[in-house]
């Protein structure tokens, strides 16, 4: 896996200088290729140090339909797939209400999700 290695060098460093990596990833089921393939690299990306989470699409009907990511939770960052899940862009959202919403959303998902290897192993 070496095209993974970078990206593994990179969580290994930040979370031994005390950064914290999480996230909740929200899937269909039955899973898709691209969730699959999530669930295989989040192996990986966990014994480095990032803490992934899965909620099934049913349990998270309370929260945005749309993949998000939030950079120390000051920093709001939508992507945009089109419906065959091809990457097509992100856009930066600067909207402090907005920030504060997908912080309390990203909290609200934690809390539902499943640790990786409880998921996996269902």
């Known amino acids: 896996m070496g095209w993974f290695n970078n990206w593994l060098s990179m969580i290994r460093q930040a979370t031994a200088d005390g950064r914290r990596f999480s ?3 929200v899937v ?3 899973l898709t290729d691209y ?3 999530g669930i295989f690299c989040s192996e990986y990306t966990n014994a480095a140090g990032e803490d992934i989470r899965y909620l099934t699409r049913d349990q998270a009907a309370d929260l945005p339909d749309y993949d998000y990511w939030l950079f120390d939770s000051r920093k709001l960052v939508r992507m945009h797939f089109d419906d065959e899940e091809n990457f097509l862009g992100a856009e930066v959202i600067d909207d402090p209400a907005a920030v504060v919403a997908h912080n309390y959303r990203r ?3 934690w809390h539902k999700a499943v640790k990786r290897g409880d998921f996996a192993a269902g």
Do not use: G, I, K
């Open 23 to 25: 996230r909740v990833r």
């Open 28 to 30: 269909s089921m039955p």
């Open 35 to 37: 969730s699959r393939f």
């Open 107 to 109: 909290d609200a998902a």
